[in-house]
């Protein structure tokens, strides 16, 4: 049980730490949330529970695939905020990742990649 409260204190302090950043500094807090920082303790925490190295390395590959339909959010939510205010904003943007994710998963499986 420790371990588990462990690693959601770590992990946690992930996210309080990339907020503190962004308050004091836009371009440094989009940096530090921009690195794979939640994906590297997700890496250490199967590697340190002894998870085989494919499951490993397929949590790395999924989180590539998963990680290229969320980009128009990125777009789209500095260009919605100023016009239809935070709460809306962030409900188009999941929408909008939902529905790039849909496409997106469709297009790679003709290429022999299975997101869904």
Not at 5 to 18: S, W
Not at 32 to 48: C, E, G, K, Q, R
Not at 66 to 80: G, K, S
Request: aromatic share 16%.
């Amino acid at each position: 049980m420790a371990w588990v409260v462990t690693k959601y204190l770590l992990t946690a302090a992930v996210v309080v730490l990339v907020s503190e950043f962004a308050k004091r500094s836009d371009k440094l807090g989009g940096f530090i949330a921009a690195l794979p920082l939640v994906t590297f303790l997700a890496l250490i925490w199967l590697y340190v529970e002894k998870q085989p190295p494919e499951k490993i390395a397929n949590h790395a590959w999924y989180t590539f695939w998963y990680v290229l339909p969320t980009l128009p959010m990125f777009l789209a939510f500095p260009a919605l905020l100023p016009r239809i205010g935070f709460w809306p904003t962030l409900l188009a943007s999941v929408v909008i990742t939902v529905v790039c994710f849909g496409v997106f998963a469709l297009v790679v499986r003709r290429f022999g990649i299975e997101l869904l």
